[in-house]
Every structure is written in C-alpha cells, then in structure tokens.
C-alpha cells in the first residue's frame, strides 16, 4: 500500500524523544507533531527548534518529515501564527482547553480568548485541531467529549463556518455524527486503541494504567461506531496514532499518566482492525489518503509492504538511560506485520 502518514503524534523531546521518533518514521513519511512540551510550542523560534532537534533524531535514510504544530494559549498572537504558517513552520494549529491533559496547563481557558486567531485562520486557511473536552470537573469523565461539541464546537463552528478542523482522537458516536453532519472542512483522526478497546480494558482484574489516555475509551457503542467511522471509506476520517509514551514508573502510579504508546506496532494494530471488519482494501484511503487530502499536501508515492506474517509484541520495550515503556497490544500476538518501504524498482 502507498506509505501512510501519522496526522498526530507525541515525539516528546531528549532522551525520550531519541527513543521513540524512529518507531514513528519507520513506517510513517510524515507526522503531525503534538506541541504539548513543557513549555510549549507556542512560536514559530520554538517550533524550528524543536523540528531541528527531531531532524537530528530520526534517522535520516527513513525519510521522515515532521509537520509542525501550534500550541494555543490565552495569549496567542495572531501575526506570530501567520508568519508561521506562511513560513511553511506551522501546519496547524492546537486547541488544548486548559488542565484537559499532559502539559495542558498553558491551554486556552475560554474560546473568546482565540477569537481573533481564529479569525485569522480561517482566512488565511490553517487548521485548527482540537483535543475535544470540556475540562468542567461538574461533567462526568466519560461525558466530556459530547458535552465539548454542544458547548464548544458547535460555538466555532457557528462564528468561524470557514475554518478546517480536526476532531482529534474521537472516542464516542456522539463525534462521529458531528462530523458526519458538517461539512467538507471538519475531519477526524481515529486512534489505533479507540478502534481495539473499550473502557473495560482499564478494570480487567484490576487497575490497568496503560490501557488509560484521554479522551478516555468508552462503552463499546461508541467503540462500534469508531470502527464503522474508520472502514466506511469516508474522507472525514483518518490515521492519528496519538502514540503518548510515558515511562512505566509514571504510569504504573498512584496518579498515572494518560497516554497509550503504539507507535511500534501501529499500522499492524490497525490492519487487524481492518481486516476484522472486512475492510482492508480501505486501509490504504484511511492510512495515506484522507489525509494529505484535507491538508492539501501531496499523496506519498512510496509504498510500504504488509505481511500476513504473525508478529509477537514485546511486553516492554526500551527508552534508554529513561527506563522501559510497555506499548499497545504488549504480550500480544498480530496477524499483520509491516515489512518496510518497498524497493522502488
Ligand atoms: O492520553 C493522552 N496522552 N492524551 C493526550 O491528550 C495527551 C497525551 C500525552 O501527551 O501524554
Ligand atoms: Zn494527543
């Protein structure tokens, strides 16, 4: 199939950063590279640093090209974001409301704040992506996507109908229909674990602190309508690992770390899902198609090759001098296994 892309990613930055950038490139051309450092990518100076120090990373025969994000805060300047943008620096820009997630302290605390950036974007075409929870501490945990479409998205979408968004990691039917029902220029990524577990996945027997990330998964309605979403063919979704390592010690805790590391294993976690749905002739429109189409950028002319080679994932794998994180699908046995970028002759 023609190489996929991965339209969101947690590269992390030293040690870790140098860990796990090459799980990601191995099989993705291209990354779109969440901004939630401590501080934040919140300039363009910022963002060519850090995309230099990802550079200096990946290794360079894979080639990998970072796609730089935004990070929004209260006090974003709109000209900085343009200059960015018309730079070629920014892809995007990030919506995080404030304390939703890791490092999201500096997010934005109420969308008025934005308004003249969003102003900004939607003339000057950038997109906005947006991490879709309300963080009211009132709303149940399991409800705050939905009740983030009622309060938040549909209020952007009314003032701005003429910016590109992407409802990143969508957990729950609620989302689905939302995108389903707007137009051509709202999108969402779907997350390979979304696709494979519900919110059982974090009680089995116990504690489970690595089936935990944000958006929380859901009951398993929403789950089936993630996966109809992915395989319907539709335009509207695409690939978004959201890979989020954290080490072991800071999520086997007793305030563990959301996030859900599958960068190794992604593309075969999701061919199991598509196959699973008798889907895998979509698989190739939904990993490296969807995409590059919304953002308006180039199809990858390489091709990668699938193997249905049964692959056993390692139960921990290993981030250097920082420790060990344990991916997606540890312990387990996949049907799919990716055999790299094919020879172009
Ligand atoms: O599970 C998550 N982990 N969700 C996010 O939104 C952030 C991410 C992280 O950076 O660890
Ligand atoms: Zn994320």
Not at 76 to 100: M, N, Q, W
Not at 266 to 286: C, V
């Amino acid at each position: 199939m023609r190489r996929p892309d991965d339209w969101h990613v947690h590269l992390r930055d030293g040690a870790m950063l140098a860990a796990v950038v090459n799980h990601t490139a191995r099989q993705f051309a291209r990354a779109i590279v969440m901004p939630n450092l401590a501080p934040p990518v919140t300039t363009v100076a910022a963002a060519r640093a850090y995309r230099a120090r990802i550079e200096a990373a990946v290794d360079t025969a894979l080639g990998f090209t970072p796609l730089m994000i935004c990070y929004l805060t209260d006090h974003s300047d709109p000209d900085e974001i343009e200059r960015g943008f018309a730079e070629g620096v920014f892809t995007a820009c990030k919506l995080y409301p404030a304390h939703a997630t890791t490092n999201s302290a500096h997010g934005v605390s109420d969308i008025g704040a934005i308004s003249a950036v969003l102003a900004r974007m939607e003339r000057i075409g950038m997109p906005l992506l947006l991490h879709g929870e309300v963080t009211d501490p009132t709303i149940d945990i399991f409800d705050r996507e939905a009740v983030f479409i009622e309060r938040v998205y549909a209020r952007i979408q009314a003032d701005f109908p003429g910016l590109r968004s992407v409802f990143e990691h969508i957990t729950t039917v609620e989302a689905v229909a939302f995108v389903e029902n707007s137009g051509p220029l709202v999108a969402a990524t779907i997350t390979p674990h979304h696709l494979r577990i519900n919110r059982n996945a974090m009680f089995d027997g116990g504690i489970r602190p690595h089936a935990y990330c944000l958006p929380v998964a859901k009951r398993e309605r929403h789950r089936l309508a993630l996966r109809r979403a992915a395989v319907s063919g539709s335009p509207k979704f695409f690939l978004g690992t959201d890979s989020a390592p954290h080490i072991i010690a800071a999520k086997e805790s007793a305030c563990g770390c959301a996030g859900i590391f599958n960068a190794p294993f992604a593309i075969e976690s999701y061919a199991a899902t598509f196959e699973e749905e008798g889907a895998i002739d979509r698989l190739e429109g939904f990993a490296a198609e969807h995409g590059p189409r919304f953002y308006g950028l180039p199809l990858n002319e390489e091709r990668i090759v699938l193997e249905r080679d049964p692959i056993d994932v390692p139960t921990t794998i290993d981030v250097g001098a920082a420790g060990a994180v344990v991916p997606f699908h540890a312990g387990e046995r996949l049907q799919w296994r990716y055999a790299g970028i094919a020879s172009s002759d």
